[in-house]
């Protein structure tokens, strides 16, 4: 079942919120931990593709999935992903553990060129296939990079007003599609020596294992860190219309770091790290750039924020679940800024969202 886009909201949960469990696969670490340390070294993956060629002949650059063939068609990339994913969660105990109600919410790309018509549900229909227990309901949000952090705050409602046990935010995109890149190209947001300001497009996929602590605590799980708050808003100025209907100056997502105030404001714990989807756009660096002039009071410093679009490529719907992997691989290995982390991303359509995690303590900061 595809949702609509969720209504413009900050969202605090009324009881605490834990994840339990990380998963990642990435071009540059099939896990969590082996990606987090790519990252954190700045190793990149990006690389040129093996016989897709841009309109001026040269090999189109993009970091590719290291197990997946290039020949492999988009949709069956994205099950594989997907699939795969989730399998890495603790025993896989969001599918399938003690008959606990599950709800899994499936983000899934922007409807684009070259991606399969209905791809959320053709991808809804896999898990159904390999896991499909009676418990388990899955729902389907096809919002592109903003999907994972709207879905961490349905999952959260969820698990607040008690409609479901657990709840898993698996996030999967993958533009290695030669249509879509073909589309990429031609529109300019394909990187390369013609298109300046394009982007590297990536694939992956990762999810997060969401739910109460003593919930956590029963299946001998451990509690990695407190979802806080989820705030959402729309940003007017899309980047497909910017500069013809006027100029992004970051109103949306200055609205979403905005609704995260009440946290903040209470127990003056401000944001210490932030991760986020920019991806070389001019556009995506200008509306950050709006956005840290309205709401710099909300961090200790506001230029702490990590954009791996370098290492791994752009990789879209799946954004929010890896953002939750990275940050927790820097609090609890000990290279963070701090214990209070912001995961935010921007998707065409102009959803914006922020997501706020909380980790303990952790001991002073290591060298990079």
Known sequence: MTMPTPSVAAYLPRTPVWLAGLSARTPVGLRPESAA??????????????????????????????????????AERMKELLLSTLLQLPQAAALSANGLRTLLIICAPEPRP???????????????????????????LANGHAAGMFAFGMAAKAIDEGKTDLAVVAGVDSYHDYQTLE?????GQLKSEVNRDGFFPGEGAGACLLARRNLISELGLEALAQLSAVSTAPERITIKRHGEDGVCVGEGLSSAFLGLEPVIGTDRRKITDTYCDLNG????????????????????????????????????????????????????????????????????????????LDFSANPPRKAA
């Open 114 to 140: 070259g991606l399969p018509d209905g791809i959320a549900e053709v991808l809804g229909r896999a898990v159904m296939g390999r896991f499909g227990p009676a418990n388990l309901r899955v729902q389907c």
């Open 183 to 187: 589309w990429m190209d031609e529109t």
């Open 37 to 74: 340390a790519a990252v954190r070294a700045g190793i990149s993956a990006i690389s040129e593709h093996p016989f897709f060629v841009d309109r001026n002949g040269e090999p189109m650059r993009l970091a590719q999935d290291a197990v997946i063939g290039p020949e492999v068609p988009l």
């Open 281 to 356: 756009q001019r556009y995506r660096s200008e509306e950050l750039v709006y956005t840290i002039l309205r709401v710099q009071h909300l961090s200790d410093e506001a230029t702490h924020y990590l954009h791996p679009a370098d290492c791994w490529g752009d990789v879209g719907a799946a954004s929010g679940p890896l953002f939750a992997a990275l940050a927790h691989a820097a609090a609890s290995k000990g290279y963070s800024h701090g214990s209070r982390a912001a995961l935010w991303a921007s998707s065409e359509g102009g959803q914006r969202a922020v997501t706020l």
